[in-house]
């Protein structure tokens, strides 16, 4: 493996055992890219005995870690309470991508909320990048971020769409991003496979495990305590919450839970509401710059309009990271590789041959509506989770959302909050089936270019 490991910009408790991680010793036991190529990053203990806070954070991932780390700048005392490790789940095996806006868009929130529920959403869809860039800077984050993503159409209709999601973010004020067919399109991503697309500059991409170590590392300077290998069992919701684990519990006055598809049984209730579902990567072998520049003149990540789209992005020591596929209720394919590897040469067929390096699955939290839920199950328990596959800069955004709630900034926080929560068809016993019929029938559609 020949991934550049740096360490982060931020390193407190420097006295804790470093770990170097390579594909041999991957993180928690994940072979991912992301775990090979991660910035040294400390051990943090197990919860043992009982603590106390201002607010504890349930799930250090990009929301859990976001809220922390917003709230320890505001001044609270929090602490952080981790099943597996900073990054574990769905936050350090993404594709990376800074993808502006939702998994559904702004136009069916005003069919199915109105119009002032259309012009919040729109008001806030660029925040979390605007977040990301921020904490990169402020806190000198070590995570690869490049600007640019793009969204590419195979087909008339699919493009004519795309031009209509174009002229809906101008007509909310992001008048960045454009539309371009053709040679132009192709002076972004040099692929046979496309007609045009929809380009973004203030979209990008980055190593998403060194993100969420960076914000952890900024996070601890603060005063914040993260506890690991500490999966919540459950949370007493009263006036003065407690979170338990099978050795310990943290007493606060405010909890959020922030576990998404890998909550299991801290809160039932909670993660009965979304559906876990799988999506694979792989990272190619060392394919080295000059190769990569043809591909991706302008370094722009992509990914198609697809219901179930193909992503991809180089990476910075010079591979192809690509991903696509999903599977209703989290579980993982045969073989990755044999799932991804047809899509790719599809993309790229002078790539038919590469090697793969890398390849796993994580999982992501869906909900019925696709857009996130975010509310109270009591007084003093928050809770934000279904980012439906649109989470990197989302849950950067409605980080802030909780830490404003507990600060009593309210306004925000109940755009999402007011949302009615809608179940599966089918129930938690067949919600997988009913999923599984429903991506048939869009797949179709996207067999169709429709």
């Given amino acids: 493996m020949n991934a550049t490991t740096t360490a982060p910009a931020s390193a407190p408790n420097s006295d804790r055992v470093i770990d170097t991680f ?16 991660a910035n040294p990053t400390p051990r943090r203990p197990e919860l043992l005995g009982e603590e106390r ?26 602490i952080v309470v981790e099943g597996e490790r900073v990054g574990w789940g769905a936050s350090g095996r993404n594709g990376g991508q800074l993808v502006n806006g939702y998994s559904r868009r702004m136009l069916e929130v ?39 993503n793009a969204i590419m159409a195979m087909s008339k209709p699919q493009l004519k769409t795309l031009a209509e999601r174009t002229e809906e973010w101008h007509r909310h004020g992001h008048t960045q991003m454009f539309l371009a067919e ?10 046979d496979r496309y007609i045009g697309g929809m380009f973004d500059p203030i979209g990008g991409h980055m190593h998403s495990l060194n993100y969420v170590l960076g914000e952890a590392a900024a996070f601890e300077s603060l005063g914040g305590r993260i506890f690991e290998y500490s999966r919540v069992t459950h949370v007493d919701r009263g006036a003065e ?19 998404n598809a890998y909550l299991g049984d801290a809160a039932p209730d909670l993660s009965g509401r979304v559906l876990p579902v799988s999506s694979q990567v792989i990272a190619t072998e060392v394919l080295g710059d000059d190769l990569l520049e043809t591909l991706f003149p302008t370094n722009y990540c992509i990914e198609d309009i697809r219901y179930i789209p193909d992503y ?24 990755i590789e044999g799932k991804i590897l047809p899509q790719l040469h599809q993309t790229f067929p002078q790539l038919k041959g590469v090697k793969v390096d890398f390849q796993w699955s994580g999982n992501f939290a869906l909900t019925m ?45 109940d755009v999402f909050a007011s949302l009615p929560y809608i179940p599966f068809v089918g129930g938690k016993l067949f919600r997988v089936p009913y999923c599984v019929v429903g991506a048939w029938y869009y797949g179709m559609r996207d067999r169709l270019g429709i």
């Fill in 22 to 37: 390579s594909p041999a010793s991957p993180y928690a036991g994940m072979p991912t890219y992301y775990a090979a190529s």
């Fill in 53 to 78: 806070a201002d607010i504890c954070v349930v799930g250090a991932g990009f929301t859990g870690m976001g809220a922390a780390l917003e709230l320890a700048e505001r001044g609270y005392k929090v």
């Fill in 110 to 148: 005003r069919q199915h909320y109105g119009a002032e529920a259309e012009k919040a959403f729109g008001a806030m869809a660029l925040e979390g990048q605007g977040i990301i860039r921020e904490r990169v800077a402020k806190y000198g984050i070590a995570c690869d971020l490049r600007a640019g």
């Fill in 182 to 191: 053709g040679a132009a399109a192709r002076e972004h991503i040099n692929s």
């Fill in 241 to 259: 919450p407690v979170v338990h684990t099978a050795k310990g519990k943290v007493r606060a006055n405010k909890v959020l839970v922030c576990g």
């Fill in 312 to 335: 991809y992005r180089r990476t910075a020591d010079g591979r192809l990271l690509y991903g696509g596929g999903t599977i209703y209720g989290g579980f993982d394919p045969a073989s």
């Fill in 369 to 413: 509506t696709r857009y996130p839920q975010m509310g109270r199950v009591s007084d003093s328990v928050y809770f934000s989770q279904g980012d439906s596959g649109h989470g990197v800069t989302t849950t950067q955004m409605l980080g802030r959302r909780l830490a404003e709630a507990i600060d009593g900034q309210m306004t925000k926080f």
